[in-house]
């Protein structure tokens, strides 16, 4: 069975960009999670998706946006890129959420801000 | 209130000892506390879990140890491998509030095993 898959791995954006990444969920799956990794601040939740629908979100700016299609497959966008977003943003996937901590997390897509 | 506090924040163990990571909370809404395991370039994966009406859970060489009254939590892994170095991460969810996917990770702790 394939994990989560997210896409692209690496890349780098300058200030004032936007940018949009990809999580493909393991198959069935029907909840994605988008978690932000610094050094500083640790792991940190910014929302959750379900059939489509935001669940639940965390304490970041209305820059940071996301989306779920049909297929479970899911986007997260973030406008008007700052310094302070370069991070390890991490895509988990679960059944039916994260009710029992049983995230599955993908290996993540490094965005560098110039 | 709704932070989870890990620490040491690194650890280095000798091969076969002990490695010991604590966990505190404040938020006696969480009913379900997991740990992560990450290694470099890699995404976190569940390691093992308990939820607060278990006082002790373990899985081959790691165990969970939970003390409810104190709201802290344990990991203990024992015969600490090389390959076992890895950073970790202690978290916690309260699952009945709608709050799905959202899980309030610890700061994480870097563990080195020496050979």
């Known amino acids: 069975k394939a994990g989560v898959t997210q896409t692209p791995r690496y890349l780098i954006k300058t200030r004032g960009q936007q940018v949009t990444l990809s999580c493909s969920p393991i198959s069935g799956h029907r909840s994605v999670s988008w978690y932000q990794q610094t050094p500083g601040q640790g792991l940190q939740f910014l929302f959750e998706y379900f059939s489509e629908t935001q669940r639940n979100k965390g304490n970041f700016p209305g820059r940071f946006s996301g989306r779920q299609f049909s297929n479970s497959r899911s986007e997260m966008n973030v406008s008007t890129l700052e310094l302070g977003d370069s991070a390890l943003y991490l895509c988990?996937?679960?059944?039916?959420?994260?009710?029992?901590?049983?995230?599955?997390f993908g290996e993540g897509s490094r965005l560098t801000v110039l | 209130q709704q932070q989870v506090k890990q620490s040491p924040q690194s650890l280095i163990v000798q091969k076969g000892g002990i490695s010991i990571i604590n966990c505190a909370y404040e938020n006696t809404a969480f009913d379900y506390f997991p740990w992560y395991q990450q290694f470099p370039g890699k995404g976190p994966a569940l390691l093992i879990a308990i939820r607060p009406d278990v006082s002790e859970k373990k899985e081959g060489r790691f165990t969970i140890s939970f003390n409810k009254s104190a709201k802290q939590f344990s990991l203990h892994i024992m015969d600490s491998q090389p390959g076992d170095s890895a950073t970790y991460f202690c978290?916690?969810?309260?699952?009945?509030?709608?709050?799905?996917?959202?899980?309030?990770f610890g700061q994480g702790t870097t563990l080195q095993v020496k050979p």
């Open positions: 988990a996937s679960s059944f039916w959420g994260g009710n029992t901590g049983e995230l599955f």
């Open positions: 978290a916690a969810i309260n699952s009945f509030s709608g709050n799905t996917g959202k899980l309030i």
